[in-house]
């Protein structure tokens, strides 16, 4: 199974909390004014990579959890559903992931919601312009949630490497 990527970030700190290798997604509709990356709208932008690639990257760095971002990884659903099944069956990493459509929206539509399961972090909605605000982390406009998914925030820790706020 393939997902179309833009880019690779390694050991980002800016795509949630601590260390994150985050897969930039290619593609998205939502067409948010202001949007910080309009080039990633393109859905033949960037290149295919196969889920193993991915995970097999994802897994080399032992420091960092993961970010799903874009474009919107929920106009690939099953590609991202596989990968991120198996970074959870594999790892011990945790998986934050920005989205344009709302949690409603997902889980009202079985083409979409799937992927919920192994997420455990959703950061949802469109950015909206007019409500932006930068002082917000990890979003920019309040209409978006940093919704934990499981309940309680999930420990952003990897055992076995320093603690975040030891980083911070
Ligand atoms: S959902 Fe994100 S990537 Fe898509 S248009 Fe809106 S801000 Fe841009």
């Not at 990527?5 to 795509?15: E, F, K, N, R």
């Not at 948010?32 to 991915?54: I, T």
């Not at 459509?101 to 972090?121: G, H, K, R």
Request: one cysteine or more; proline letters at 7%; hydrophobic letters at 40%.
């Amino acid at each position: 199974m393939r997902i179309r990527v833009l880019d690779i970030l390694h050991q980002t700190m800016a795509d949630g909390p601590g260390f994150r290798t985050a897969i930039y997604c290619a593609g998205c509709s939502h067409a948010c004014k202001g949007c910080h990356n309009p080039q990633s709208w393109d859905f033949n932008a960037g290149k295919w990579m196969e889920v193993d690639e991915l995970l097999e990257i994802i897994k080399a760095d032992s420091m960092s959890n993961v970010s799903f971002s874009g474009g919107d990884p929920f106009y690939q659903v099953p590609a991202f559903t596989e990968l991120a099944r198996r970074i959870k069956q594999e790892t011990n990493k945790t998986i934050w992931c920005w989205t344009g459509f709302t949690l409603e929206q997902i889980q009202a539509n079985p083409a979409l919601s799937p992927m919920l399961e192994y997420l455990d972090v959703l950061v949802d909605g469109p950015f909206i312009l007019e409500q932006r605000d930068t002082s917000l982390l990890f979003r920019g406009s309040p209409n978006q949630r940093i919704i934990y998914l499981h309940g309680a925030p999930p420990s952003d820790d990897i055992p076995g490497t320093v603690p975040l706020e030891k980083l911070r």
